[in-house]
């Protein structure tokens, strides 16, 4: 079955980096737009970044651009989210998630989810 494993997270102080790989498994990587989505106890989820079938397009939530930048490599059926200059607000389970279809994420169905992978950033 489809499966979207997350894996990167940790524990970074504040100003530091991580990475986030999101594999996905049994399904034809290159046909979906690929979105991370982060979720903060008690809050709502957030959308944080998207990008398109070829990698051509991506997108960024307010919150994150200049800091984060996500990737894909679809010989490895991988998306990336590099996450620079981290701040407290950024801790958050964060989730990938694949969509065929691109553009805005209030109005696109999404077909598979990860589990998630925890990141927490220091004061």
């Known amino acids: 079955q489809v499966q979207l494993v997350e894996s990167g997270g940790g524990l970074v102080q504040a100003g530091g980096s991580l990475r986030l790989s999101c594999a996905a498994s049994?399904?034809?990587?290159?046909?979906?737009?690929m979105d991370w989505f982060r979720q903060a106890p008690g809050k709502e989820r957030e959308f944080v970044a998207t990008?398109?079938?070829?990698?051509?397009?991506?997108d960024y939530a307010d919150s994150v651009k200049g800091r984060f930048t996500i990737s894909r490599d679809n010989a490895k059926n991988t998306v990336y989210l590099q996450m620079n200059s981290l701040k407290p607000e950024d801790t958050a389970v964060y989730h990938c998630?694949?969509?065929?279809?691109?553009?805005?994420?209030?109005?696109?169905?999404?077909?598979?989810w990860g589990q998630g992978t925890q990141v927490t950033v220091s004061s």
């Open positions: 998630a694949a969509s065929l279809s691109f553009g805005d994420w209030r109005t696109r169905g999404y077909n598979y």
């Open positions: 049994a399904l034809t990587f290159s046909n979906y737009a």
């Open positions: 990008i398109n079938w070829s990698g051509r397009s991506t």
